[in-house]
């Protein structure tokens, strides 16, 4: 579900915006508006994402992102707390070009 809405909502929200989101892409694929062919796999990706400037989270920014959720949830007595708020988050994105 958070490919379509991000790290938001319960979890009947986030497994019904999941079932939306397939639902959008299998209306893609039959009507032909989604092209599925040969592919040059992760290079063809790779190319796609540093072309249109799209910010991601690498296995380092993963990392980071582990550890500072530990480290809120050890404060409260947890093993992990979830970081939610997007100004917060979108510090651990970043460009394409800089992790893959």
Not at 23 to 33: C, L, P
Not at 46 to 68: H, P, Q, T, Y
Request: hydrophobic fraction near 40%.
């Amino acid at each position: 579900g958070w490919a379509g809405t991000g790290p938001v909502g319960v979890v009947a929200t986030t497994m019904n915006n999941a079932f939306d989101c397939a639902r959008t892409i299998s209306e893609d694929f039959s009507s032909g508006k989604l092209k599925v062919g040969p592919t040059s796999g992760f290079a063809g990706i790779k190319e796609v994402l540093v072309e249109r400037e799209v910010r991601v989270v690498g296995w380092k920014e993963w990392r980071e992102i582990e550890a500072e959720e530990a480290r809120q949830g050890k404060s409260r007595g947890k093993v992990a707390e979830k970081i939610y708020d997007n100004v917060q988050f979108s510090k651990y994105v970043v460009p394409a070009h800089d992790v893959l």
